[in-house]
């Protein structure tokens, strides 16, 4: 089965176009003010209107108020909710979406224990971790971490790029990965070469 991918930190229309032509599976909307890749509700209804068929769009929120959440999902057609901060379980299902738990893959990380504790994600999203940064830190950790029997489906997040990505893949053999700074040419505006190179290689295409 091909590794899906993921580009997150889709700002401008023309970059979620670019990024849906690559064969990207999905693409990521980030409400999280502090992020550079920060999108407001008027630019994420904007972005999501310019995508085609068949391209899931995920929300990313950080430790955000419920009525925040709410209102996004009022607003604009989010697919999957993306959660990087401390939300409990309780905290990720209450909207009736579909949900990925981001894990900071820090000194201590258990695995098996977020795989247990937050049973109704669909999958768990694995990432740097670094103090005050919750993802998007564009280091890659220790992928041999990683146990290759989870349940749950794993992507793989970090530092990931067109020079690492097919390495990445045979070592986790995740269900998907997903990259953002990877193939930008700054904060939050995506190269189109790059993306395209990134989905080619992703899918281990010569």
Known sequence: MPTRVKICGITRPEDAQAAAAAGADAIGLVFYRPSPRHVDIARARAIVAALPPFVARVGLFVDAAPEEIEEVLAAVAVDVLQFHGRETP???G???LPYLKAIAMGEGADLREAESRYAAAQGLLLDSHRQGRP???GRVFDWGCVPRDL???VIL???LSVDNVAAAIAQVRPYAVDVSGGVETAPGIKDERRMREFCRRARGES
């Open 90 to 92: 309780e905290d990720c």
């Open 94 to 96: 209450r909207y009736g």
């Open 135 to 137: 993802g998007g830190t």
């Open 151 to 153: 349940a749950k489906p």
């Open 157 to 159: 997040a970090g530092g």
